[in-house]
């Protein structure tokens, strides 16, 4: 079991497979100049499965997210998911890409055991994406979310961050597409995760105005929080239902105090919270042959000391020194 001091125990594990991505993201990364990590500094396709395996078989993790970077681009995510969903017992599966490359791999990924996948998606408008991306590519993430619902990868989940002048009068109309096309829209507040340093608090987009933005079109009602359990995200039924838009606001409303995660950095490092400055290296016991019971115990002195919060409720709070690439989101 993977408990702290106040009591919290992670089930949820988030898994980084490298820190490339193929957008540029004006809220993730600069345009140029990043430093990524050196191919021996990445944990090997095996080393990821045996620490999969450490954290479902000994330490309690029920559910794996892969992330990146941008997970697709990692060469052997196939088989990775297919050794996964061999483990017993078997985890929940997940990814959380943006879809540039789910056209060609969502039958894969579902045949292989992944049992559905997150979206990063802020907009209905390939101008706007390419502003925010510094790429054109909006048509192959809308190829990409068809391909993943064929696929049976549900539900597909959308997240959308917006932007001030860029994106911020969208949230109607995405939620609209997405009820249409059957996907669950998430917003997320903007989180300082960019390497440039260049968020503000002042002027962002809040959970408060995105759902003042929602209620102009949609009749919204709160969900209630025994659906939500320990869920990031906030929802509410639109309509009435069945469709759900959720709001996941780390910024204005920290639901620190219900987290269940622990995260495993693309080169082999527990972080215990997405802004955490600590780390604790699980790759050079891996490759001291360390056996499993070390690793677990390396793991679980890691997230006996995770802190109480984020921090990202204090005004005086820093940016992280690796951007969200490197960490895993």
Known sequence: MLIDTYDRVATDLRVSLTDRCNLRCTYCMPEEGLQWLAKPDLLSDDEIVRLVRIAVTQLGITEVRFTGGEPLLRP?????????????PR???SLTTNGIGLKRTAA??????LDRVNVSLDTLRPDVFKTLTRRDRHHDVLAGLEAARDAGLTPV??????MPGLNDDEAPD?????????????FIEQMPLDAQHGWKRDGMITAGDI??????RFDLTPEGQDERGSAPAERWLVGGGPHRV???ASVTRPFCRACDRTRLTADGQVRTCLFAREETDLRGALRSDAPDQEIARIWRLAMWGKKAGSGLDDPSFLQPDRPMSAIGG
């Open 76 to 88: 052997g995510l196939v088989s990775i998911v297919e050794q996964c969903a061999a483990l017993e």
């Open 91 to 93: 985890p929940k599966m």
């Open 108 to 113: 894969a990924l579902k045949a292989a055991g």
């Open 157 to 162: 989940k959308v997240n959308t961050v917006l």
């Open 174 to 186: 995405l939620l609209a597409w997405a009820v249409d096309n059957a996907y669950e829209l998430r």
């Open 211 to 216: 759902l003042q933005s929602l209620r102009t």
């Open 246 to 248: 959720g709001v996941i």
